[in-house]
């Protein structure tokens, strides 16, 4: 539904939680949420809580909701020199030199069907990414390149390429003074050229001159997994743990119920720590042995927890 300029989806089967569609995307934070919050209430279909949240740099809480705290991996920008010469350990700055030296080469690049064909070869190298079934794994040409096209008044990509491989790329979706990374990844068979720190390190680049604000990779912390590698990934790329507020507001009975619960976080929050990791792994066993060759299973496995330390996004 479309309500104050902004689309409402309603999604869940219990619990029915509307939400903006698109947040992360989307210019501007919610100005009147009492406004939208009335509006819900007089939908045929009533959905049970209402949530949104504020946008970087305006996380300070301004409304007298029920909010919880959640995170998002940035980087506050200066200047690309301040992000390599303060921010990277030396580490870091020792792969990006490494990309270099072994090859990669990194630019901006235009969304066309040559993009699109190194894209797809990229998507297909492995069904099998972090752990589960790679979602863009055999999707065809057509479908990556509308799937691609999503912002792009405002998006940007950019590639690292081996010998004109297209071997990882990133896309960069422009909101306001954030720059948030809609998508990077890169083959597992190059890995150890290290070409997600060079993106990362372009992107840095483009951002500082663009004056960019912030550089946004997803959340910094997943669910309980605190000590993840993709979060310490994230951290030795210069990334930090910036906090906002994201309001929820019940609608029925029901709604209130669940907030009481705390339901309205998801079931996995209630899961220890322990048994989490616990289950991903053997998530992770379960696909690689349907999903990949019989030989390969344990090297890829291997390869892939090497790859996400290093570059994976």
């Known amino acids: 539904m479309r ?25 501007g934070n919610v100005e009147h949420p009492e406004s939208i919050i009335a509006k819900l209430k007089t939908q045929p279909t009533v959905a049970d809580i209402f949530n949104f949240a504020q946008k970087l740099p305006d996380i300070k809480p301004r409304f007298n909701y029920p909010l919880e705290w959640e995170n998002v991996a940035a980087i ?3 200047s690309f020199e301040e992000w390599w010469e303060k921010r990277l350990p030396q580490e870091t700055r020792k ?8 090859g990669v080469v990194v630019r901006t690049v235009e969304l066309n069907d040559v993009l699109v064909q190194g894209i797809k070869a990229i998507y297909d190298e492995t069904p099998i990414r972090q752990g589960r079934r790679f979602w ?49 990844i890169s083959k597992k068979s190059h890995y150890d050229k290290r070409p997600a720190n060079a993106l990362l390190a372009k992107a840095v680049e483009i951002c500082g001159k ?10 910094y912390v997943y669910g309980n997994n605190n000590d993840g590698a993709l979060t310490e990934f994230k951290r030795r790329n210069g990334f930090e743990q910036i906090l906002f507020p994201r309001y929820y507001i019940p609608l029925t009975a029901k709604g209130r119920m669940c907030m009481s ?15 989490e990791s616990f289950l991903l792994r053997m998530r ?28 994976q996004g």
């Open 136 to 184: 863009h794994y055999g999707k065809d040409l057509e479908t990556i390149k509308r799937e691609n096209s999503s912002y792009l008044d405002r998006c940007e990509f950019i590639g690292a390429f081996h010998q004109e491989e297209l071997i990882g790329f990133i896309k960069m979706v422009y909101v306001g003074k954030v720059s948030n990374i809609m998508q990077i």
């Open 284 to 311: 992770s066993r379960f696909y690689e042995r349907r999903y990949l060759p019989r030989d390969n299973a344990k090297a890829g496995s291997t390869q892939s927890e090497e790859g996400l330390k290093d570059q």
């Open 76 to 78: 506050p920008i200066t």
């Open 3 to 27: 309500i104050e300029d902004r689309t409402i989806v309603v999604t869940g089967k219990w619990i029915k939680m509307a939400a903006i569609h698109d947040e992360n995307w989307q210019a």
């Open 210 to 219: 663009k004056g960019m604000s912030y550089f946004v990779y997803g959340q």
């Open 261 to 275: 619960c705390r339901l309205h976080l998801g079931m996995r929050r209630l899961i220890p720590k322990g048994i």
């Open 95 to 102: 792969n990006v030199r490494k990309a270099g030296r072994r």
